[in-house]
């Protein structure tokens, strides 16, 4: 089982930025798909941003444009680049890895993002 490490969040003011990590306990990139997910108080989670196993991006519409996922298999990280940020991005930002073969999962602990002046 795969195990993910989350760290990069905090507190910012509206425009500003954040870089979120996630550490993958072993190499996976080549066979799993990476994403980013995010939870609001009293909403459900949802999905903001990914990368798969051939390096393609895909990302939320309201992120378009602000944020960056991006990876290094040598480090076994994920990244996501947040740019402009406004109260509306504050959430509980989770890494996510899902396996190309059987789609298993694996969740990592979350890192909180609040964005407010």
């Known amino acids: 089982q795969v195990q993910l490490v989350e760290s990069g969040g905090g507190l910012v003011q509206p425009g500003g930025s954040l870089r979120l990590s996630c550490v993958a306990s072993r190499n996976i990139f080549s066979s799993y798909t990476m994403g980013w997910y995010r939870q609001a108080p009293g909403k459900e989670r949802e999905w903001v941003a990914s990368i798969n196993s051939r390096g393609d991006t895909a990302y939320r519409d309201p992120v378009k444009g602000r944020f960056t996922i991006s990876r290094d298999s040598a480090k076994n990280t994920v990244w996501l680049q947040m740019n402009s940020l406004k109260p509306e991005d504050t959430a509980v930002y989770y890494c996510?890895?899902?396996?190309?073969?059987?789609?298993?999962?694996?969740w990592g602990q979350g890192t909180q993002v609040t964005v407010s002046s």
């Open positions: 996510r890895a899902q396996a190309i073969v059987g789609l298993s999962t694996a």
